[in-house]
């Protein structure tokens, strides 16, 4: 498997230096194509990079994708896959289609940054209004941890006061601060503090955002490197002592993860 991974990354690695300089391909989904609750994904298909059906997505091509696409290190897109696979309703499958992401509260959790929760009836599609919210705690230029902590925070205050059945899972729970910090990291510039253009034209166009000047991180994305810029969001929103456990139990639930 790791042999086949690496061909493909190889394979891929000409097509992504090649256009390096240039905007990448992209097209919207077709009307046979699916997509789901996470903009990235989505963005990756639009792009071409995985299949642009959004369906069957192996293991092999979202780790090499992830890889050249975001510099993602090997071990931190494995897991990534392997939690997105609990997803797919077979329970024997070695593949997932992005609108198995929308299943609700799995990966997929109340309080999104730019989606409605599930008791609305569409958390899959960008909205508008919701994002709006969100980008209106973005104040500066860049986006530091505690606004990208507070933006968080409204969300699940919104929701709350909004939704008689939110609910977020254990998992949802680490996944909705891993969101919050991976944009940051994805659309760096400076030290833990992203490009507000930059993280806005990806919510809302689901497409990278080259055309602004974003090029792919230099530094490979590990789960440390995740793990840091997390643990200073959950730092600076202040969490319930139930949180904190919670989020306690699922990184030593995890710990142990070996590709």
Known sequence: MKSTALLLAASLSPALAQVSSHPFPWSAPGPDDVRGPCPMLNTLANHGFLPHDGKDLTEDRVVAVLNNSLNLADELSQFLFQEALTTNPDPDATTFSLNDLSRHNILEHDASLSRQDFYFGNNHDFNQ???????SYWTNPLIDVN???QARIA???TSMATNPTFSVSETGLAFSYGETAAYIIAFEEG???????????FFEHERLPQQLGWTKPKEVITSSVLQGVL???VNASNPSALEVAELIDFVDLHAGYSP
């Open 231 to 233: 643990l200073n969001i």
């Open 155 to 157: 969300r699940v205050n």
């Open 191 to 201: 030290s833990q503090t992203a490009n507000r253009s930059w993280v806005e034209y």
């Open 129 to 135: 209004t919701i994002f709006n919210e969100t980008r």
């Open 147 to 149: 606004a990208a902590a």
